[in-house]
T-cell receptor
Framework: AQKITQTQPGMFVQEKEAVTLDCTYD???????LFWYKQPSSGEMIFLIY??????QNATEGRYSLNFQKARKSANLVISASQLGDSAMYFC????????????FGKGTTLSVSS | NAGVTQTPKFQVLKTGQSMTLQCAQD?????MSWYRQDPGMGLRLIHY???????DQGEVPNGYNVSRSTTEDFPLRLLSAAPSQTSVYFC??????????????FGAGSRLTVL
């Protein structure tokens, strides 16, 4: 069964610094996708970045990059040059590609950015 | 495009009452799902569907019913509300392929309080 683990309940970073949010996963399916979502205090869920298990390169989307280490089963989110607006809850998620499976989430990490 | 529409946004129930949270999407997504979000618990999957007529249980299905008679609609029924079902509920949908097709589009959420 697939499983997602986020071990950092809270992280603190200063503006303009980089921060890494950890995510490990477990699956027996060789084909799967990994996702990161952001949830600001307003409550909506915002998709940030996607990484496929067969992708050769780490995904990047603007200031977001995904440090994908397949052998370690980790998919850490790196936010470069943090901004005050990055303060939010961040969720890692995974979905196996075999038919009939669901997308599951980790428990999330709260990121606080200070000036 | 409306995306994913959830109703109601807020609801207060008494213990034992039943109700239905509505979810509709207009993107022709095959995959639809319901999550509940509680502090410190992340998003936990209640039920999901990979197509009309097909539903399956997630991590926390007890006390909830779903059906998927059309591609567009995926209502969540609380059979006999309990205070433990006080939560924020999210409906989300996506295509059912591999890769970025699995990126979920979320509804705005429904805040349910059971007294």
């Amino acid at each position: 069964a697939q499983k997602i683990t986020q071990t950092q309940p809270g992280m603190f970073v200063q503006e303009k610094e980089a921060v890494t949010l950890d995510c490990t996963y477990d699956t027996s399916d060789p084909s799967y996708g990994l996702f990161w979502y952001k949830q600001p205090s307003s409550g909506e869920m915002i998709f940030l970045i996607y990484q496929g298990s067969y992708d050769q390169q780490n995904a990047t989307e603007g200031r977001y990059s995904l440090n994908f280490q397949k052998a370690r089963k980790s998919a850490n989110l790196v936010i470069s040059a943090s901004q005050l607006g990055d303060s939010a809850m961040y969720f890692c998620a995974m979905r196996e590609h075999q038919a009939g499976t669901a997308l599951i989430f980790g428990k999330g990490t709260t990121l606080s950015v200070s000036s | 495009n409306a995306g994913v529409t959830q109703t109601p946004k807020f609801q207060v129930l008494k213990t034992g009452q039943s109700m239905t949270l509505q979810c509709a999407q207009d993107m022709n997504h095959e995959y639809m799902s319901w999550y509940r979000q509680d502090p410190g618990m992340g998003l936990r999957l209640i039920h999901y569907s990979v197509g009309a007529g097909i539903t399956d249980q997630g991590e926390v299905p007890n006390g909830y019913n779903v059906s998927r008679s059309t591609t567009e609609d995926f209502p969540l029924r609380l059979l006999s509300a309990a205070p433990s079902q006080t939560s924020v509920y999210f409906c989300a949908s996506s295509y059912n392929g591999a890769g970025r097709a699995n990126v979920l589009t979320f509804g705005a959420g429904s805040r349910l309080t059971v007294l």
